[in-house]
């Protein structure tokens, strides 16, 4: 786990915010930049296995993150998550 605005792996826990469904939502305060982040913040696992399922269909690293808006570095970055984690282990990935 790192914060999501500086990369800095020095982040604390910070509370927990519960969504309607019950669902619990762990904040984080980064003692690097000072800023709260929740597991939120990061990329939602649909986005990320959509970058995957373009590149499986061949399209181009910097094609697939134009149209997701996310940079061709943090799409190399998922593929290269994803080849030693198993997916179901991963439901946020920071960008
Ligand atoms: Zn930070």
């Known amino acids: 786990m790192k914060c999501p605005h500086c990369q800095s792996q020095t982040i604390v826990k910070n509370g927990k915010d519960y969504h309607q469904d019950g669902k619990a939502i762990q904040n984080y305060l980064c003692n690097g930049c000072g800023k709260r982040f929740n597991e939120g ?55």
């Open 41 to 95: 913040t990061e990329t939602p696992a649909n986005v990320v296995s959509l970058a995957l399922k373009m590149r499986s269909e061949g399209m181009g690293v910097r094609a697939s993150g134009r149209v997701l808006e996310k940079s061709h570095g943090s799409i190399m970055g998922w593929e290269q998550k994803l080849a030693t984690q198993p997916p179901t282990l991963t439901p946020y990935l920071i960008n």
